[in-house]
């Protein structure tokens, strides 16, 4: 259980820390961040699932870091402002480069997990 809360307090600095980044080079009222967060989170969920890492490990890395790091709360209140906000091909290009881009940053990652096996 501490690996749980101890993976996400650091996941959860870690999207801090990136979301920061990623604004302060990317500007515009795209919700990049997010998006890029979440897809690199699906690639390494992918690859620590293929890799079937021990259960220790898999609480402190999957549950914990990457649960803390993405974020599908914010994917959905940013998806219901842009739709409030008219902004109707922005939010269709989110909704549809987030799930498209996660589910094959997902599978690559457990492509590249399982490589060499």
């Known amino acids: ?9 650091l996941g959860a600095i870690m999207r801090y820390l990136m979301t920061s980044l990623i604004k302060r080079k990317i500007r515009g009222n795209f919700p990049v961040a997010t998006l890029v967060i ?7 969920l ?3 699932k293929a890799k079937n890492i021990p259960s220790e490990a898999d609480l402190l890395l ?5 649960g803390g790091f993405t974020t599908f709360s914010t994917f959905q209140v940013e998806s219901v402002s842009l739709f409030d906000e008219k902004r109707c091909v922005h939010l269709a290009s989110y909704v549809l480069m ?6 094959i940053a997902a599978y690559l990652g457990m492509v590249l997990g399982n490589f060499g096996r």
């Open 62 to 66: 999957a549950t914990g870091f990457l």
């Open 1 to 9: 259980m501490v690996q749980v809360g101890v993976g996400a307090g």
């Open 38 to 44: 979440n897809i690199m989170g699906a690639f390494f």
């Open 46 to 48: 992918g690859y620590l």
């Open 98 to 103: 987030t799930y498209l881009c996660g589910l």
